[in-house]
T-cell receptor, first 110, second 114 residues
Framework: GQNIDQPTEMTATEGAIVQINCTYQ??????LFWYQQHAGEAPTFLSY????GLEEKGRFSSFLSRSKGYSYLLLKELQMKDSASYLC???????????FGGGTRVLVKP | ETGVTQSPTHLIKTRGQQVTLRCSSQ?????VSWYQQALGQGPQFIFQ???????GRGNFPPRFSGLQFPNYSSELNVNALELDDSALYLC?????????????FGEGSRLTVL
C-alpha cells in the first residue's frame, strides 16, 4: 500500500519562507507531485519530482530524497494569495492515478 | 482555468437516492480520473477511464460506477447514496493517456447527502 504524511496546518508571515514536508511509503516509486488548492477551488499542479534534488520554479521549489522517502515544498517571499492547501501525491503505479496526502493548510498573515 | 468543466456544481440528495455527475475534459485529453475529497482531507482516487474503458479503480464499492464517451467526456454515478458520500467530487483529465503526466482538475461537484 501507500502512505503519505504531511502536517495539517502551518502559519507564516507575509514575506517569509515556509517549508512543507511530506514523507511517503510506496511499494514502488514513480515520482512525486505537489498541488495547490485554494478553498473551494480545483487543485492546480505545482511540481513533479522523479529524481533526487531541488527543482526551483520562481518562488516555489520542491525537493526530493528517494532514499529517505521525503519531499518538501518551499515557498519563498510569501504572499497573501499563497494561503491555500498544499497537497503531496504519489502515483499508485507507473501512471497518473494519484494517492494524495491529507494536505497542509498554509495561512499567510500580514 | 483548466478547461475541465463539471456539472452540477452543487447538489443535495437524500440517503438511498442515485446521483450522476458529469465532466467535460480539456480538449485533446483522452484520460479522465475521478476523485472524492471529503472536507479537510486530500482527494481519494475513485477510478480512471481511458479510451472509454475503466483503467484502474481505487477502494470504492461497486455502487460507484462511471462511463467515458467517445468525445472523452465522462460521468460518475453513485447508487444507494449514504451520508458518508457527502464530499467534493473532482474530475481530472490528462493528455497523454494513463502514463505519468500532469492532471488538470475541474472545480468539482459538491454533493450533500441528507
Amino acid at each position: 500500500g501507500q502512505n503519505i504524511d504531511q502536517p495539517t496546518e502551518m502559519t507564516a508571515t507575509e514575506g517569509a519562507i515556509v517549508q512543507i514536508n511530506c514523507t511517503y511509503q510506496t511499494s514502488g516509486f514513480n515520482g512525486l507531485f505537489w498541488y495547490q488548492q485554494h478553498a473551494g477551488e480545483a487543485p492546480t499542479f505545482l511540481s513533479y519530482n522523479v529524481l533526487d534534488g531541488l527543482e526551483e520554479k520562481g518562488r516555489f521549489s520542491s525537493f526530493l530524497s528517494r532514499s529517505k522517502g521525503y519531499s518538501y515544498l518551499l515557498l519563498k517571499e510569501l504572499q497573501m494569495k499563497d494561503s491555500a492547501s498544499y497537497l503531496c501525491a504519489v502515483p499508485l503505479a507507473a501512471g497518473n492515478k494519484l494517492t494524495f496526502g491529507g494536505g497542509t493548510r498554509v495561512l499567510v498573515k500580514p | 482555468e483548466t478547461g475541465v468543466t463539471q456539472s452540477p456544481t452543487h447538489l443535495i440528495k437524500t440517503r438511498g437516492q442515485q446521483v450522476t455527475l458529469r465532466c467535460s475534459s480539456q480538449s485533446g485529453h483522452n484520460t479522465v480520473s475521478w476523485y472524492q475529497q471529503a472536507l479537510g482531507q486530500g482527494p481519494q482516487f475513485i477510478f480512471q477511464y481511458y479510451r472509454e474503458e475503466e483503467n484502474g479503480r481505487g477502494n470504492f464499492p461497486p455502487r460507484f460506477s462511471g462511463l467515458q464517451f467517445p468525445n472523452y467526456s465522462s460521468e460518475l454515478n453513485v447508487n444507494a447514496l449514504e451520508l458518508d458520500d457527502s464530499a467534493l467530487y473532482l474530475c481530472a483529465s490528462s493528455r497523454d493517456g494513463p502514463g505519468t503526466g500532469e492532471l488538470f482538475f475541474g472545480e468539482g461537484s459538491r454533493l450533500t447527502v441528507l
